[in-house]
């Protein structure tokens, strides 16, 4: 495992290394967290590159990477904790003879009946991890509230049990696609990062990272093209990762430039919506042709 | 003066702005600065952002303060030491036979729109100054910024459409790039006020910031996505209701029988316990949509509420509304554009008669016609109109029938809630049989959403 960084500039050299491009703000905020022990709250459209942040952060560190995907409904049982009861059960019947209540209770509540979901596996682990808390936004306002006391005080109270504290320090990262307000409680207990779509430069960069095999003016072409998508009122506008899968498409198809029969045999990669196919076909196919 | 009191301050000034900065973020902001270089103007400004900004909207409003409040810190402490600048170039107060009357005009102009062009902020600044004290002669000020700013932009001759007189290698050829320039004026007006500010040595009153500084850019069409993005979750919250309502009250049903077989495994002892499952329940929904003119600023946003739910919810079925009433499921059916559902609607629903004023006491009647034997006690019935009859009668009985053989009825009206009940509005004869919101904005849109998905106990 390696230390915590020193400077903005180190964190922004590790992130790169772990193939994460990172911008200014980015760079800094994730400094201040991995210093301040502070959670942050990564926001910003879908695809601009939010968990692949904490995953490049992991790599960066050494450290593991704790996963915990948010959906509705989610609930403890499946996030923080949940008693082996089946265990418990065989216990009981193991010992039904000659002992008394107390001490058989005393015994199925212990930590060995404990099966440790992802937040209390994230605090509870003897190295140090990088905790991803994915798309918090799709979880419900109750387990919001849950997550609270995990991540002000790194610690989680099983009533059973008492209180069990973080034995290593995670450094936490928490993304949202902005589809509903988190409550105020949460982001007072986080930094705040705003990722966007990047400018045209930044873009170039990344896709010339990940598929360095591609040609300099089709990539430029590829991202102003891209850029001119996104600018389009469209039922979802492309991501970075998908602007990276059409590059590496164009590479698998060897093609040497970006004209109007290209784009659209290839713009499915970057478009998804039936809708949105007709209007960018319209629109940047006659860019493309004049 | 020191950096803690200013830091004070500047949370005291975004509180006033409207955001929720609490004694937690401010520590937060300390403990930052603890951090970072501090000394890097961008790095200070980013790193306290982090702490006390904490959404797309509050970042915008931060940024807007931010520059503002140390403007004014940094111009109050100058003329506090009664720091003046001499021989520089003091926009309006700036002096008549010094470097301003010998710049080349021309030169000048070709300069500034290189800058614009390369975005280059350094030389802009520079340019800027010079800019002033060449053009920003005091005879011609009007003495408000705003008009200044945009003159001088003029007498430079700095147009974002493209100037084809120029050769082709020049910026302005092709039209100067429109946020650069922006930021250009900006430079501009910050040196006009400090100019005003070092001439009459006190600061101006500052002023809140109004809904304009803080508006998203956003035209109907962002709307439109926004309504999009908070239905699509008004779905999913409708889809998982059941399992939420299971997790809430634990009522499950024990299978027995399942539960027995499953025992034969652990030798008879019913280690797995088996539940019945529970189906969750499938929302029927009937929306009703006023279209008349006194709503026509809401009806696009209801329209697109409309579209949007057609979109999430297959069970629906959704009417407009004027005198007469209308069944649109169809056309939303088979239209998946909201531009051209907006025209065939507007085109042949037909639900205009005479007046074209909306008649709520005939809509109830023939929207109970139409569906009383469909509705049930697991239907939603959801009305978008702002309860204006014109002075009809509203027939509040007939809408009382069918709130009461639907499960939940819903009100949302587009008008705040103070112009409830005046003139009118008769919303409060409606209001018993139903929950009424005021909806008009996608904010409130969210509020109906968490009403609509608690669970109703009945």
């Known amino acids: 495992m390696s230390a915590l960084p020193e400077s903005v500039e180190e964190i922004a050299g590790g992130l790169l290394a772990a193939g994460y491009l990172a911008g200014e703000s980015t760079a800094l905020v994730t400094y201040l967290a991995t210093r301040l022990d502070k959670p942050v709250l990564v926001e910003g459209p879908a695809g601009v590159g939010k968990t692949e942040l904490a995953k490049a952060l992991a790599g960066f560190l050494g450290r593991d990477l704790v996963r915990l995907q948010c959906y509705e409904g989610l609930d403890e049982a499946k996030a923080l904790y949940e008693w082996n009861y089946r265990k418990q059960l065989l216990r009981i019947q193991a010992e039904s003879d000659g002992t008394g209540w107390s001490e058989v209770q005393d015994d199925i509540f212990g930590e060995e009946f404990l099966l440790a979901r992802p937040l209390l596996a994230a605090i509870s682990s003897a190295t140090p991890v990088v905790l991803l808390i994915d798309e918090i936004d799709k979880s419900d306002q109750e387990f919001e509230a849950m997550l609270l006391e995990l991540l002000s005080d790194f610690q989680i109270t099983i009533p059973e049990l008492g209180r069990i504290a973080a034995t290593s320090q995670p450094v936490v990262v928490l993304t949202s696609n902005n589809s509903r307000e988190l409550t105020e409680a949460l982001k007072r207990r986080c930094l705040y990062l705003w990722l966007d779509y990047p400018t045209v430069e930044r873009e170039l960069e990344i896709v010339r990272l990940h598929a360095p095999e591609l040609a300099e003016t089709v990539a430029r072409k590829l991202v102003e093209v891209v850029a001119m998508v996104r600018e389009l009122d469209l039922k979802k506008p492309p991501s970075i990762a998908e602007s990276i899968d059409w590059a590496r498409a164009l590479l698998l198809l060897g093609s040497t430039d970006i004209d109007s029969t290209t784009f659209t045999d290839t713009m499915s990669v970057i478009v998804k919506h039936r809708t949105d196919l007709e209007l960018v076909a319209e629109r940047v196919g006659l860019a493309l042709a004049s | ?458």
């Open chain 2, 1 to 458: 003066m020191s950096i803690d009191r200013r830091l004070l301050e500047l949370g005291d000034e975004l509180r006033g702005a409207g955001l929720a900065v609490g004694t937690s973020e401010l520590l937060d902001s300390f403990a930052v600065l603890g951090e970072v270089d501090w000394r890097d103007r961008d790095t200070f400004q980013q790193a306290i952002a982090a702490t006390l900004a904490k959404s797309p909207e509050d970042r915008r409003v931060f940024d807007v303060v931010f520059e503002r409040f140390f403007f004014r810190a940094a111009e109050a402490a100058a003329i506090e030491a009664g720091i003046v600048e001499v021989g520089g170039a003091g926009g309006v107060g700036g002096d008549e036979d010094g470097a301003g009357s010998q710049i080349d005009l021309e030169e000048l102009r070709r300069q500034i729109a290189q800058a614009i062009a390369d975005g280059d902020d350094a030389r802009l600044h520079d340019l800027a100054r010079l800019a002033l004290a060449a053009v920003g002669r005091p005879n011609d000020a009007s003495g408000v910024v705003g008009v200044d700013v945009q003159r001088i932009r003029r007498l430079l001759g700095l147009r974002t459409d493209p100037q084809p007189d120029y050769p082709p290698d020049d910026p302005r050829h092709d039209g100067l790039p429109a946020d650069v320039l922006r930021r250009f004026e900006a430079i501009i007006r910050r040196e006009l006020e400090r100019a005003q500010i070092e001439r009459t040595q006190t600061l101006p009153p500052s002023r809140p910031l109004g809904d304009l500084d803080r508006a998203l850019p956003s035209g109907p069409a962002a709307d439109l996505a926004a309504v999009h993005k908070v239905v699509a979750q008004l779905r999913r919250r409708l889809a998982t209701q059941g399992v939420e309502r299971r997790g809430a009250r634990r009522h499950d049903h024990v299978d027995f029988r399942r539960t027995m077989r499953a025992s034969l495994q652990t030798g008879g002892v019913p280690v797995v316990v088996k539940y019945r499952p529970r189906r969750p329940r499938r929302p029927e929904i009937y929306v009703l949509c006023d279209v008349s003119t006194s709503v026509t600023s809401a009806s696009v946003f209801f329209l697109s509420v409309l579209h949007a739910l057609h979109d999430a919810f297959r069970r629906m079925r959704s009417f407009v509304f004027i005198e007469r009433i209308s069944e649109v499921t169809e056309v939303f059916a088979r239209q998946r554009n909201f531009k051209a559902v907006s025209e065939a609607i507007a085109a042949d629903a037909g639900v205009a008669d005479i007046s074209g004023y909306t008649d709520y006491g005939r809509v109830w009647a023939e929207f109970r016609d139409l569906v009383e034997d469909d509705l049930h006690p697991r239907a939603t019935v959801i009305v978008l109109g702002d309860a204006r009859t014109n002075g009809r009668d509203p027939r509040a009985d007939i809408f009382a029938t069918v709130a009461a053989k639907a499960g939940r009825t819903f009100w949302l009206n587009p008008e705040p809630r103070l112009y409830w009940n005046y003139g009118d509005s008769v919303i409060d004869a409606y209001t018993p049989f139903c929950r009424a919101f005021e909806c008009w904005t996608t904010h409130q849109l969210e509020d109906f959403v968490k009403a609509l998905t608690t669970p109703a106990y009945r």
